[in-house]
């Protein structure tokens, strides 16, 4: 955590964004940082097609569009490991799995959060969306890209 953040009060890009690292907190950020360009693409995506199409049509076409986003930029910033599985396709298909697992968890718990707790919607998909994007890091941390994990700090 440390040198997270003097990487961050150093203001050095170069290190939080692009040299290849082992320290989880550096990647976490990075997931972080790349969750929000994901979620953007997803929201804008959604935002777009929803006035062309049924609104649960663009909200699927939409979170594809950004779980593609978020595979393609993790791959360059935060997982530049090898993956467990040899293929691309495979690689991508579990990234997959383990994104619609946290849309599951996403609509769970907004539901719950909303129809039970009587939260408001969006206080709701802000709380999901922090529960979901740690399971997402994490899920995808030790279950795809868990085999060059020496030297990890």
Same mark, same amino acid.
């Given at each position: *955590?440390? %040198?997270?953040?003097? #990487? ?14 082992? $320290? ?6 990075? /997931?972080? +940082?790349?969750? !929000?360009? =994901? ?9 777009? &097609?929803?006035? /062309?199409?049924?609104? &649960?049509?663009?909200?699927?076409? =939409? +979170? ?5 986003? $978020? ?9 530049? %490991?090898? =993956? ?6 495979? %690689? +991508?298909?579990? /990234? ?7 849309? !599951?968890?996403?609509?769970? &718990? ?11 919607? *969006? #206080?709701?998909?802000?709380?999901? =969306? ?6 997402? +890091?994490?899920?995808?941390?030790? #279950?795809? /890209?868990? $085999? $060059? *994990? %020496?030297?990890?700090?």
């Amino acid at each position: *955590m440390k %040198e997270l953040i003097k #990487l961050i009060i150093r203001l050095d890009f170069q290190s939080l964004f692009i040299t290849p690292t082992d $320290n989880s907190y550096i990647k976490f950020f990075r /997931y972080v +940082f790349v969750g !929000g360009i =994901a979620f953007i693409i997803d929201w804008l995506t959604l935002y777009i &097609l929803k006035h /062309y199409i049924h609104y &649960l049509l663009a909200v699927a076409i =939409a +979170f594809i569009f950004g779980l593609v986003v $978020n595979f393609i930029l993790s791959k360059k910033v935060v997982f530049t %490991e090898k =993956a467990v599985v040899k293929k691309v396709e495979s %690689e +991508f298909t579990l /990234y997959c799995i383990i994104g619609l697992i946290g849309l !599951g968890l996403t609509e769970l &718990l907004v539901y719950i959060l909303t129809d039970w707790v009587k939260l408001y919607i *969006m #206080l709701s998909k802000t709380i999901a =969306a922090i529960i979901v994007l740690i399971w997402n +890091f994490f899920a995808r941390k030790y #279950l795809i /890209y868990h $085999n $060059n *994990m %020496e030297g990890h700090k």
